[in-house]
């Protein structure tokens, strides 16, 4: 049996009523059980009054006044049914306690008012952390109170009642929200009272709170909508990707086309310029006109040169686009190449007042690299500090070297470059800022300069670096390796000679004539031939150009510039052929200095250059050279030059003495001695009547020495000065004589002579008849 929970196991006796219940005595009390329904109606035991709970096996007995009587180990129980009183009064469930895990107390209301007493409270309030409480209560029933028992639930959280004898009931919320907490109380007959309710409002957390959760909502909305566009832009980005992709594709392709057709047509010009120099330089071998056409002619022969030049750099350009760019490179001294270069800007770095300068470590420093391309490099770099740099600022190269590399700067003080524009201006076609506010046709370029000059030096293996700050200047450092181990077999050219090796010249030669190391030969004996001064610091080279020039000319030597020059001075050669790097005085210094100094102005130069576009470079250096001769020289070709320079200048002063009709520019002279022709020319036709103008006035006049007039009217007419002022007499006499106003005496003492004889005579030797036949021509 099983009564409200308890489990009855034993029954020790029974006994019937007179209204046919069965009353049974067990280890828990007395039952009183209902036949028809089957169950137990009541438990009642020492709390009902009974003398204890346990009774003995068949101690039980009816009374004849229907008394029950049972027995047991704490004595004797005698109750009769029909007297058995039924409580049936049962009072409501008081709260009497409200506690938490916090020493902070909950909100206590009634009617929305805030009470202290719990007794009083109708709600409680619970923040977030008193969701762990406990309830106490009690139902103010004395009678048989120890048989009181208590139903309670918190609605909302559980729907069925707890049973329970104690006055408490304890909750851990997990949720918060609204809850109703009921009891009521059970008397120990059975008897229900009235629910007792509390609403209990539990506080969510911040962090769940209606506010938090809007903001939760907020974010992830903001969230939501900015990954929307996100994604919009991700797909907008993507389609214009895509466009721009194709875009680029159409681009490159139209750019192809573009360099395609340039690089055919350019292609195609290399034909008829090959046509026009080849017959030029022909014609410029053979020549034996004026020097002032040859001159022309050697200016046609640099443009038509340097065209060829500018097309094969956009071959060149081609080669790198497509990868076909091949490294040729051999071994040599670099210190000397980059002097070279250096030289080619001096007399531009002159004439702008640059503070420019050369240094290196070391006088010779070997490395394998490719001179044609490498020289495009510097050359370009040279000339951009020059073109970002203000007159008057200052250029430098310097030439340092490690274990493993040598380091070429070339360094200014220009206009620099910022940052942002360092990243790009190895980019191809992108020119600095600077370039478009400069009008000036040399301060315009394309742009591609730097991308090939970084293309070429990273060709050799090296690196090219720049360090510069916007309005200080700008370094750019060029790296190469020492050594081969870099390089592979087919980057290296075989069997490579120097520019200065004399088996190319003597390979020319079928027989090779015996070299003269006589130093004391007396080369200026012939009176005849014309003199030239070779300058060449390599002794093997200047013996062999001396053996080669000697049987034509009388030769003059010397291994260095400065030495050259004082020759020069002394000795007033025809033609000074000098190499271009020497030691004390480089060869475009030489050709400066005698173009500048009166005493050797008129003398012609010609410099001899390992760069092979030297001569482009030079074009606008003003050094006065005449002309330029690229080593290794054709023999052949050396010779002509040489002899077709000299020639035009005797043909020039033959025709000075022959022709009427002459003027100072067709004589070969640079402007120093131009100048000086035409104040010559200007004082001896001032002084044509004038009978006491001798070579000593003419001297005076002039500003220079009797034996300097000599040496220069000699080598501008091939006269001497007295022939030189009788010349424009006898030209001012045949101009009076042609008026035929005057008679001949008069027109003898128009030009300068007392003696009409003397005159007819003097006449009659420059024009091959007398003055009166002479007259008579233009009298008729």
Not at 444 to 452: D, E, H, R
Request: net charge negative.
């Amino acid at each position: 049996l099983n009564y409200e929970g308890n489990d009855i196991t034993t029954i020790h006796a029974i006994l019937q009523d007179k209204d046919g219940y069965l009353w049974l005595s067990s280890n828990q009390g007395v039952l009183q059980y209902h036949t028809i329904e089957k169950k137990i109606l009541a438990l009642k035991g020492k709390k009902d009054g009974l003398v204890g709970n346990e009774f003995s096996s068949g101690a039980a007995i009816k009374l004849h006044n229907d008394d029950l009587l049972f027995a047991g180990i704490s004595g004797i129980t005698r109750f009769n049914t029909a007297r058995l009183f039924k409580d049936s009064f049962v009072p409501s469930v008081l709260i009497t306690g409200f506690s938490t895990g916090y020493d902070s107390k909950p909100i206590l209301e009634y009617e929305g008012d805030v009470v202290d007493n719990i007794a009083f409270a109708k709600a409680v309030k619970l923040d977030h952390h008193q969701r762990n409480f406990t309830i106490e209560f009690a139902m103010p029933s004395f009678h048989n109170a120890s048989s009181n028992t208590y139903e309670y639930r918190l609605s909302g959280l559980e729907k069925n009642w707890n049973i329970t004898g104690q006055n408490a009931a304890t909750y851990t919320l997990q949720n918060s929200g609204n809850y109703i907490f009921e009891v009521r109380g059970i008397n120990g007959d059975g008897a229900k009272s009235g629910i007792t309710r509390l609403d209990v409002a539990a506080k969510p957390t911040p962090w769940l709170s209606w506010w938090a959760l809007l903001g939760y909502a907020l974010v992830l909305g903001i969230a939501i909508y900015f990954m929307l566009n996100v994604l919009k832009s991700k797909t907008r980005l993507q389609q214009e990707l895509k466009f721009e992709q194709l875009q680029k594709e159409r681009d490159r392709g139209i750019n192809e086309a573009k360099l395609k057709f340039f690089t055919n047509i350019s292609h195609e010009f290399r034909t008829p310029l090959t046509l026009i120099l080849g017959p030029l330089q022909q014609l410029l071998a053979d020549y034996k006109g004026s020097n002032k056409m040859y001159k022309k002619l050697l200016v046609v022969e640099s443009n038509a040169n340097h065209l060829l030049q500018l097309i094969n750099r956009l071959m060149d350009f081609r080669k790198l686009e497509q990868n076909q760019f091949e490294l040729q490179s051999a071994r040599g001294n670099i210190v000397k190449f980059l002097e070279e270069i250096y030289l080619s800007f001096n007399e531009y770095a002159k004439v702008g007042e640059y503070d420019y300068s050369f240094e290196s470590v070391e006088d010779e420093i070997l490395v394998y690299y490719d001179r044609k391309k490498l020289e495009r490099v510097f050359f370009n770099l040279i000339s951009n500090a020059f073109k970002y740099t203000d007159k008057g600022g200052a250029v430098d190269i310097r030439v340092t070297k490690s274990e493993q590399e040598i380091i070429v700067s070339i360094n200014d003080t220009g206009i620099g470059i910022s940052p942002v524009e360092q990243e790009k201006v190895f980019d191809r076609f992108y020119e600095v800022e600077a370039d478009r506010e400069k009008p000036s046709p040399y301060h315009q370029g394309t742009g591609i300069g730097l991308n090939i000059a970084k293309n070429i030096v990273e060709l050799h293996h090296g690196t090219i670096a720049i360090e510069s700050e916007k309005g200080r200047g700008s370094s750019f450092k060029v790296a190469l390796k020492l050594g081969r181990e870099h390089l592979k077999d087919h980057e290296i050219l075989k069997d490579f000679k120097f520019s200065d090796d004399l088996s190319q010249y003597t390979s020319q030669l079928s027989e090779l004539p015996a070299f003269s190391n006589n130093e004391d030969l007396d080369l200026l004996s012939d009176d005849d031939k014309p003199t030239i001064l070779l300058v060449e610091d390599n002794h093997s080279l200047l013996s062999f150009m001396v053996n080669l020039l000697k049987p034509d000319f009388n030769v003059i030597e010397a291994d260095n510039g400065e030495d050259a020059f004082k020759l020069a001075i002394k000795n007033s050669p025809d033609l000074i052929v000098s190499d271009v790097v020497m030691p004390k005085m480089a060869g475009t210094e030489l050709c400066a200095n005698v173009k500048k100094d009166i005493r050797t102005s008129h003398i012609q130069v010609v410099l001899l250059t390992s760069r092979s576009s030297l001569i482009y470079k030079l074009e606008g250096l003003e050094s006065g050279a005449d002309d330029y001769i690229s080593k290794p020289f054709n023999i052949n070709e050396f010779q002509l030059r040489i002899k077709n320079l000299l020639h035009s200048k005797a043909k020039l002063k033959e025709k000075f003495g022959s022709s009427n009709d002459f003027s100072p520019e067709e004589v070969n002279v640079t402007s120093v001695d131009e100048q000086l022709l035409k104040k010559a020319i200007a004082i001896v036709e001032e002084n044509i009547p004038n009978e006491q103008f001798d070579i000593p006035s003419f001297s005076s006049e002039l500003g220079v020495s009797r034996t300097m007039l000599f040496i220069k009217v000699k080598a501008w007419t091939n006269f001497t000065p007295n022939e030189f002022i009788q010349h424009f007499r006898m030209k001012r006499a045949a101009q009076l004589l042609e008026l035929g106003t005057l008679n001949i005496s008069e027109v003898s003492y128009k030009v300068g002579f007392r003696n009409p004889k003397y005159f007819s005579k003097c006449f009659q030797k420059a024009y091959g008849e007398t003055p009166s036949n002479y007259s008579k021509k233009f009298s008729e």
